[in-house]
Nanobody, 127 residues
Framework: VQLQASGGGLVQPGGSLRLSCAAS????????IGWFRQAPGKERDGVSC????????YYADSVKGRFTISRDNAKNTVYLQMNSLKPEDTAVYYC?????????????????????WGQGTLVTVSS
């Protein structure tokens, strides 16, 4: 089981980036995927999560209306489209998976509920 996050970089405030989380060694069909971020000196927070079955989503209040999570199971990839980026969005972004076969609802978008993690990708929002 391996997750590969990519797409980070340096962007000016107001700009956009699209992060990708590609899975290898397994298919994402039965896995919820979450995006989390960790800024220096801060805890890792849930940004957005998406279920495997009905596409239920969660967004942290700080990113609602600016970020969009989506999944393409045919490509075994989950995306995080980030628009109107702010300096406070600067962080290392991680994706993680959770087998949600037996979940009735989308699990809380917290790192405690996700099992397998990819390496992070750095997003820096600065002028």
């Amino acid at each position: 089981v391996q997750l590969q996050a990519s797409g980070g970089g340096l962007v000016q405030p107001g700009g956009s980036l699209r992060l990708s989380c590609a899975a290898s060694g397994f298919t994402l069909d039965n896995y919820a995927i979450g995006w989390f971020r960790q800024a220096p000196g801060k805890e890792r927070d849930g940004v957005s999560c998406i279920s495997s079955s009905d596409g239920s989503t969660y967004y942290a209040d700080s990113v609602k209306g600016r970020f969009t999570i989506s999944r393409d199971n045919a490509k075994n990839t989950v995306y995080l489209q980030m628009n109107s980026l702010k300096p406070e969005d600067t962080a290392v972004y991680y994706c993680a998976s959770r087998n949600d076969d037996t979940d009735e609802f989308l699990a809380p978008c917290s790192s405690w509920y996700y099992d397998d993690w990819g390496q992070g990708t750095l997003v820096t929002v600065s002028s």
